[in-house]
T-cell receptor, first 111, second 115 residues
Framework: GQNIDQPTEMTATEGAIVQINCTYQ??????LFWYQQHAGEAPTFLSY????GLEEKGRFSSFLSRSKGYSYLLLKELQMKDSASYLC????????????FGKGTKLSVIP | NAGVTQTPKFRVLKTGQSMTLLCAQD?????MYWYRQDPGMGLRLIHY???????AKGEVPDGYNVSRLKKQNFLLGLESAAPSQTSVYFC??????????????FGPGTRLTVL
């Protein structure tokens, strides 16, 4: 089975840095995705980690530790538009086939 | 290039009524998926398809049927709607290259209310 845990809600200040954690216990693991979902909209792709380590993409970075079953999404220089839900998803296969999603973390950015 | 589109965007049904949700993608993706999203539950996979003419059950398939007669279309049917099926339904598609860019692309969602 798959068990994916994320904090339900987080609040951070504009301009600050926030780290959203995701832990997983799965029967099979190949890679981990992060998606962003604004209220009332569809999820959109942020990052994909297969190997251990940090992947940086502009203001967003994602980290993976396969041995610890742990990932985090790091958002720097927070902007009001970053207020959204962030979804962690695990795939037992190469690519995004058969994703299992966490329940998502709702991030509120305040002035 | 429209990506993934869903029809309709909103629908209200009465208990026992039937309806079909249509998903279309123009990216020539092999894989297509139907999810439902409920508050506090996250995205849950209903059914998926790995190619034209094939379908398979996901995590929460009861009360739903699907068909993939054409590669670009994936239909989700509710034969006898129940209030428990009130949800937001998302369709998604992905390629089978297995690479880092092999993400799922989501449609805008269908908001369904069953009274």
């Amino acid at each position: 089975g798959q068990n994916i845990d994320q904090p339900t809600e987080m609040t951070a200040t504009e301009g600050a840095i926030v780290q959203i954690n995701c832990t997983y216990q799965t029967s099979g693991f190949n890679g981990l995705f992060w998606y962003q979902q604004h209220a009332g909209e569809a999820p959109t792709f942020l990052s994909y980690n297969v190997l251990d380590g940090l992947e940086e993409k502009g203001r967003f970075s994602s980290f993976l530790s396969r041995s610890k079953g742990y990932s985090y999404l790091l958002l720097k220089e927070l902007q009001m538009k970053d207020s959204a839900s962030y979804l962690c998803a695990v795939s037992p296969f190469s690519g995004s086939y058969q994703l299992t999603f966490g329940k998502g973390t709702k991030l509120s950015v305040i002035p | 290039n429209a990506g993934v589109t869903q029809t309709p965007k909103f629908r209200v049904l009465k208990t026992g009524q039937s309806m079909t949700l249509l998903c279309a993608q123009d990216m020539n993706h092999e894989y297509m998926y139907w999810y439902r999203q409920d508050p506090g539950m996250g995205l849950r996979l209903i059914h998926y398809s790995v190619g034209e003419g094939t379908t398979a059950k996901g995590e929460v398939p009861d009360g739903y049927n699907v068909s993939r007669l054409k590669k670009q279309n994936f239909l989700l049917g509710l034969e006898s709607a129940a209030p428990s099926q009130t949800s937001v339904y998302f369709c998604a598609s992905s390629s089978l290259s297995g690479g880092a860019e092999d993400t799922q692309y989501f449609g805008p969602g269908t908001r369904l209310t069953v009274l």
